[in-house]
């Protein structure tokens, strides 16, 4: 089992450019998460998907984020236009079953917006 | 919504004592409550799990106990060893329009040798 797999693993970009994180969840799963984590909030839910149908976004901070899972073993995180106040370390995690099984997260993006 | 509190954010012990760490929640209708560690620069991973019908779960040095009345559960870790220190979290699943995962704000743990 290959775990489930983010892209990049570090991401340095200016500040206004669009950022795009890309996630690979475990074969099977059926619910994805988008986790960011940051010092100051911890970790914090952005974003579900189950069966690639997003179920409940009231995480994602602003409209300049979106996410998209058009197959189930593919997900996206976009951020545009970036600001320093995103960089974080991104995780995508996922789940057979919903949030009462285990979750099993990525190796995470390391975000910076300069 | 759920809301998670853990204590203490940090705890240091020595190598081969116990190391406790708590956590409260909000919401009585909480049903699932599992445990990660992170080392520096990796992944949360899952290290142990209880579910609210249960009052306490271990594994090997690692044990959970839950006590719903006073909405607390703890991870106890026994035997401490360097490869230990980490930062842990808690979570507790919420219910209702809360029904993800909310997560503590992390204890770091130091075990000195």
């Known amino acids: 089992d290959a775990g489930v797999i983010q892209s990049p693993r570090h991401e340095v970009t200016e500040m206004g450019q669009e950022v795009t994180l890309r996630c690979k969840p475990i074969?099977?799963?059926?619910?994805l998460f988008w986790y960011r984590q940051t010092m100051m909030r911890g970790l914090e839910l952005l974003i579900y998907?189950?069966?690639?149908?997003?179920?409940?976004d009231s995480g994602m901070p602003e409209d300049r984020f979106s996410a998209k899972m058009p197959n189930a073993s593919f997900s996206t995180l976009k951020i545009q236009p970036s600001e320093p106040r995103d960089s974080a370390v991104y995780f995508c995690?996922?789940?057979?079953?919903?949030?009462?099984?285990?979750?099993?997260f990525g190796d995470g993006t390391r975000l910076s917006i300069l | 919504g759920e809301n998670v509190e853990q204590h203490p954010s940090t705890l240091s012990v020595q190598e081969g004592d116990s190391a406790v760490i708590k956590c409260t929640y909000s919401?009585?209708?909480?049903?699932?409550f599992p445990w990660y560690k992170q080392e520096l620069g990796k992944r949360p991973q899952l290290i142990i799990d209880?579910?609210?019908?249960?009052g306490e779960k271990k594994d090997q040095r690692i044990a959970v106990t839950l006590n719903k009345t006073a909405k607390h559960f703890s991870l106890h870790i026994t035997e401490t060893q360097p490869e230990d220190s980490a930062v842990y979290f808690c979570?507790?699943?919420?219910?209702?329009?809360?029904?993800?995962?909310?997560f503590g704000s992390g204890t770091q743990l130091t075990v000195l040798p």
């Open positions: 995690a996922s789940s057979f079953g919903g949030s009462s099984q285990p979750q099993h």
């Open positions: 998907f189950n069966n690639n149908v997003p179920i409940d």
């Open positions: 979570a507790a699943k919420g219910s209702g329009s809360a029904r993800q995962l909310t």
């Open positions: 919401d009585s209708a909480s049903n699932y």
């Open positions: 074969s099977g799963h059926d619910y």
């Open positions: 209880i579910r609210s019908n249960v």
